[in-house]
C-alpha cells in the first residue's frame, strides 16, 4: 500500500514538473478606457502615487502609506504597510515619458518578484484620452501555472481601476 502511494506522489510530482517546463515562464495582460478629459489631466491622476487613493482598485484604509522620491517622475514611490503583517509592498516609477507612458514596479512582499503595471495614455479627438493599462511580470519554474490564472484574477481590478479613474477625471474637467 505505502508503495503505490509514494508511486502516485511521485507520478503527480513529475506531472506537474513536466506542466511547468511548458508554460511561459511570463504574464501579460490589458485592459483599455476612453475618458472624456485632457491627456495632462488624466496622466496627472496616474503619475503621482498621492492621487491613486482616488482610483485604484486596491485603495485600502487600513493600510499606512508613505510617499518617497519626487511626487512624480522616475524614483517616485509609494510604500503600504499593514503593520508589519503581510502584503507589505511598494510602487515605484522606473519609467516616465511626460503624457505618454509611465512604467511601474511593484514589489508585494520581500519574497516575490516584481510585477509591472505599464500606462499608455493616448490623446482623441473632441479632448478625449485613451488609456491602456497594461499588467506583466515574470514567474518563477513553480509559479508557472498560476500564469494561466492572472488575467482572470486581475482583470476586473484593472478594469474597476479604469472606471475609477475615468469618473475622477471627468470630474477634475467639469
Same mark, same amino acid.
Given at each position: ?23 511561459? %515562464? ?27 487613493? *482616488? ?31 503581510? %502584503? ?11 503624457? *505618454? ?6 514589489q ?14 493616448? !490623446?482623441?479627438?473632441? %479632448? ?9 511580470? *515574470? ?12 488575467e482572470?484574477?486581475m482583470?476586473?481590478?484593472? !478594469? ?7 469618473? %475622477? ?6
Open positions: 500500500m505505502a508503495k503505490k502511494l509514494v508511486i502516485i506522489f511521485s507520478a503527480i510530482v513529475l506531472l506537474n514538473l513536466i506542466v511547468c517546463a511548458f508554460l511561459p %515562464n511570463t504574464f501579460s495582460f490589458q485592459r483599455s478606457i476612453e475618458i472624456k478629459a485632457n491627456k495632462e489631466t488624466v496622466f496627472g491622476q496616474v503619475a503621482s502615487f498621492r492621487n491613486w487613493r *482616488n482610483w485604484s482598485p486596491w485603495s485600502d484604509s487600513t493600510l499606512q502609506i508613505t510617499f518617497a522620491g519626487p511626487e512624480t517622475h522616475v524614483g517616485a514611490e509609494m510604500l503600504w504597510s499593514n503593520d508589519g503583517k503581510e %502584503n507589505d509592498g511598494s510602487n515605484k516609477i522606473v519609467e516616465f515619458k511626460p503624457y *505618454n507612458y509611465l512604467k511601474i514596479e511593484t508585494i512582499s520581500k519574497n516575490t518578484q516584481a510585477l509591472f503595471m505599464e500606462f499608455y495614455f493616448e !490623446e482623441m479627438p473632441a %479632448n478625449t484620452c485613451k488609456v491602456v493599462w497594461k499588467q506583466s511580470g *515574470n514567474l518563477t519554474f513553480f509559479e508557472r501555472p498560476f500564469g494561466l490564472f492572472m482572470k484574477i482583470g476586473s481590478d484593472l !478594469e474597476l481601476g479604469l472606471q475609477k479613474l475615468k469618473i %475622477n477625471s471627468e470630474a477634475l474637467v467639469k
